[in-house]
């Protein structure tokens, strides 16, 4: 995979029966926004839509939108926005399920780079009653300052060499995540790889019916835990997660966190413990406020 083809951008219509929809979440990071969308325009295999969930951004972050959608028509674009109060990643997620006329939703951050072949395996491992999660690979501060359009649009981005000359590679899973091996072999690694299968919310899959079964995602969660515990809601309401690590490579670029809060991270951790003991699935602070289905 080290020089992927140009894209082709055709329609998942062969691939997966009813809508498809890639839902990208940002907030006020406008120069890996541009950088995640020429990577989403360079996939092989296309959604029908894609839905920007943005935090509370602000003009710059518009701008970008604007100038991707009218630079690319046949891509069809919706901009979510909700006001900027803090922290409120879950809320804006919930409003893009809910809003959404999809039946398969791809979720990425706006602070990564997919592969071109992401999308087109996101497909391939697409199952009701199952989500698909990958990983990630990344970069410091100092590589994410060199990446370019260019260095996304060709592909050289997602190059081992050029990973391995920017210190991407801290141990020999994460060069893995470059996908390296053959498909039979990722495939392989995927299934039988120890590492848990948490929820990576930078980097998953799911049918829009299963995540609808537990309400989405828990708006009471800030940072710190809130993909990990929707995905263990998921897997107690039978929906369990399956790897795709070593098969759709991902790159992240490095931000600051200004909203990460230790304590909050801590309350966190120990309500994802909670959570994952208990078999609870449904959260009544979720897509729609409620207790839940009766009985």
Known sequence: ??????????????????????????????????????SVARQWVACDSICIADDGSGLETKAVVDAFAAARPHL?????????????????????????????????????LIHPCFVARHFELARRGRYATGSLIRLDAEATAAVTVDLVATGRVFEREWLRHNRAFDRVSTWLKSAPC???????????????????????SAWRDDILKVNGFDETITYGGLDKELGDRMANAGVPGRHLR?????????????YADTKKKKRNKDWIHQVR??????????IVKDDGPAG
């Open 1 to 38: 995979m080290d020089h992927p083809p140009a894209p082709n951008t055709r329609s998942n219509a062969t691939l997966l029966p009813g809508r498809t929809e890639l839902v990208l979440t940002t907030y006020n990071n406008p120069r890996s926004l541009a950088l995640c969308l020429e």
């Open 76 to 112: 069809r674009v919706r901009h979510l926005w909700h006001e900027d109060r803090g922290f409120q990643k879950c809320a804006i997620l919930n409003k893009a399920i809910a809003s959404s006329e999809a039946d398969f939703l791809v979720f990425i951050d706006g602070d990564v």
């Open 182 to 204: 053959p498909k039979p072999l990722s495939n392989f690694l995927e299934l039988v790889w120890p590492t848990r299968r948490s929820l990576c919310g930078a980097n998953w």
């Open 246 to 258: 070593f098969s759709a490579p991902l790159v992240h670029l490095d931000h600051s966190r200004p």
């Open 277 to 286: 003991r208990s078999g609870v699935s449904w959260t009544p602070n979720g």
